[in-house]
């Protein structure tokens, strides 16, 4: 871990801040945002998107383009209603070039959302203040561990969301682990000298260098090659 540690150590979290915000994903986010920008959709249609992005047939960043470009020619309905989000994701999905993988098994998911939009609509600043209730309410609502790396992504396009919504960034809290994919789990297997689990693995070197996990993504994911070939 020693190593890793001092590999990470010439990052902070305003790097993680900066390359977040050259994530095309979050541009995505934010063009979405600047086309639908008082529809209370907007939350609801991240979310929900955050949590059927997985079995894609291209990468993460294409489809969030191609879910934008969607999203800002849909025309939504003035007032929220969830049979009208599960519409817009039958018609998107229908569509969608880069997600057609198990849509059997992604469309019942969808609905499961039903719930958890009525916890948060309308407050959904306040869940961005305190992020880790959202992540509570998000595992009780699919069924499935905090931790798992679905619930984490959404928890991660939605600070992406409300940090473009509510003009300000709060850093997320350490207690809210890290997306694991193949690079994620590459780095942990390589640096891992002390066999710990891999969330705690993550936990101590974000403790360690002060970056919290779900930011410490970014520049894991992006500067993979820095760790993995070193």
């Not at 679905?150 to 992406?160: D, E, G, R, V």
Request: hydrophobic share 45%; charged share 30%.
């Amino acid at each position: 871990m020693d190593e890793l540690i001092w590999l990470l150590s010439k990052y902070n979290l305003k790097d993680a801040r900066r390359i977040e915000e050259s994530d095309r994903q979050f541009f995505a986010i934010k063009k979405i945002c600047e086309n639908i920008w008082n529809s209370p959709f907007f939350f609801a249609i991240i979310i929900a998107n955050s949590l059927l992005s997985y079995q894609l047939s291209s990468t993460g960043e294409e489809y969030w383009e191609e879910f934008a470009e969607f999203s800002i020619r849909y025309e939504f309905p003035e007032e929220y209603d969830f049979k009208a989000t599960f519409s817009f994701f039958e018609t998107f999905l229908l569509q969608s070039k880069w997600n057609k993988r198990i849509l059997n098994m992604k469309m019942p998911r969808l609905i499961k959302t039903e719930a958890l939009f009525d916890i948060i609509k309308g407050e959904e600043e306040y869940f961005y203040n305190n992020l880790s209730e959202l992540q509570v309410a998000l595992s009780k609502t699919m069924k499935q561990d905090k931790e798992s790396k679905t619930i984490l992504f959404a928890l991660k396009m939605f600070h992406y969301a409300a940090r473009i919504k509510f003009w300000y960034f709060l850093i997320s809290p350490y207690g809210i682990g890290i997306p694991i994919d193949s690079r994620i789990a590459r780095i942990w297997d390589k640096y891992n000298t002390e066999w710990m689990k891999i969330q705690e693995f993550w936990e101590e070197v974000s403790q360690k260098i002060q970056i919290p996990r779900l930011h410490l993504d970014a520049i894991l994911w992006t500067r993979c090659d820095d760790f993995i070939c070193f």
